[in-house]
């Protein structure tokens, strides 16, 4: 098999700092947040750089997604696309996609950043989040048709794509999405994040008819059926069916429909039967949790891996489950352990 599995997200790299507490206070952020860098926060990535230990793990939704189907499949089945800057956390980016199996093919932007997000850990199992895109927001369309990267596109069996993408230029992702699932790839949208559908609500409508597998939790499930004026918005297996019979624009395959919800069960709607289905979770002990970030992302990782190798749905969620139990029982989004048997 080869390079059976596109992704397409913000690449991005997680600075992580221990004893954190003195940050905190110097950039005024509270022990546990996920927030985006503002003008005041944006100087931290060069102090941490300058001044702490820090270590690098590579981040960004698809990019990890990326890097979770990688632990499973063979060796050159998975690429990531995203656009970088010509700096040494790229060249850490590419690093960690070595070690992991993922080929990237970053569009580079000369004189730019590369993405980063702080993590600042602090007594116990705080952890606070600070985002700066930077280049990640300029992906050019042409670099999807460039020489290196339209063959892996073409010869892709599967699409992911992150919901950050809509956010920015989502024109982009849609002309994507639509171009390869009329050449019958099997496009798939990971919702990523509640404000997704609360603020990217109509970039969602506008790219729904070309996807093929829509993954969510249960929070962005949520907020997609609040968006839509869903009359039961925390009804998972309804909302599922009713995100299931969004328009598309072809009716094979139907559309699969997946809301994890953490360690409740996951609900899946097929529009072949409309008909939900509910796959339990077996919930890990709290001394097992390390650090639950990622988990989703880990989750789509093991269901595409099951996918492209062609297992069945049960399969498929199965094995997202077990990727994302392995990925909260270790500190970032990373699959370290040996390298077990996940199928
Ligand atoms: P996200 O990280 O996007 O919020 P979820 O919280 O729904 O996604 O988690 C994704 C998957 O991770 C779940 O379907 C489940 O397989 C696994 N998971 C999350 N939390 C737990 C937990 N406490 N115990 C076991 N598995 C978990
Ligand atoms: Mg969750």
Not at 105 to 124: E, F, M, N, P, R
Not at 147 to 166: D, F, H, R
Not at 323 to 343: D, F, S
Request: glycine letters at 6%.
């Amino acid at each position: 098999m080869s390079y059976s599995i596109f992704c397409v997200g913000h690449p991005l790299i997680d600075m992580q700092v221990r004893e954190a507490e003195d940050l905190l206070t110097k950039y005024k952020l509270k022990a546990n947040d996920a927030i985006l860098a503002d003008v005041e926060r944006e100087p931290i990535y060069e102090e941490l750089a300058r001044e702490r230990q820090v270590v690098f793990v590579a981040g960004g939704a698809a990019q990890n997604t990326a890097r979770g189907a990688a632990y499973i499949l063979p060796p050159n089945s998975v690429v990531f696309a995203g656009c970088v800057g010509d700096d040494d956390l790229a060249e850490q980016l590419r690093d960690a996609n070595r070690r992991e199996g993922v080929l990237d093919v970053y569009q580079v932007k000369q004189g730019q950043k590369t993405g980063a997000c702080a993590v600042l850990i602090s007594s116990g199992h705080n952890r606070s989040l600070v985002t700066t895109r930077r280049v990640s927001n300029d992906l050019d369309e042409e670099h999807f048709w460039s020489p290196t990267v339209a063959p892996l596109i073409n010869s892709a069996k599967v699409i992911y794509m992150e919901g950050y993408m809509l956010t920015h230029r989502a024109d982009i992702s849609i002309r994507l999405a639509k171009r390869v699932s009329s050449a019958g790839k099997i496009s798939v949208l990971n919702l990523s994040a509640p404000y997704i559908p609360r603020l990217y609500n109509a970039q969602i409508q506008e790219i729904a008819p070309y996807c093929d597998i829509i993954v969510s939790n249960e929070a962005e499930a949520e907020a997609w059926a609040v968006s839509n004026g869903h009359p039961e918005p925390t009804n998972m297996s309804v909302v599922a069916k009713a995100i299931a019979l969004l328009p598309k624009a072809n009716t094979i395959p139907p559309r699969i429909v997946v809301v994890t919800q953490g360690a409740l069960s996951t609900t899946v709607v097929s529009a072949d039967d409309f008909a939900p289905k509910i796959y339990p979770v077996q919930p890990l002990r709290e001394e097992e949790i390390v650090d639950t970030n990622a988990a989703g992302d880990a989750f789509a990782g093991g269901f595409l891996a099951a996918y492209v190798l062609e297992k069945n749905l049960d399969i498929c969620i199965e094995t997202g489950h077990r990727l994302a139990a392995m990925c909260i029982g270790q500190e970032g989004p990373r699959y370290k352990w040996p390298k077990v048997q996940v199928l």
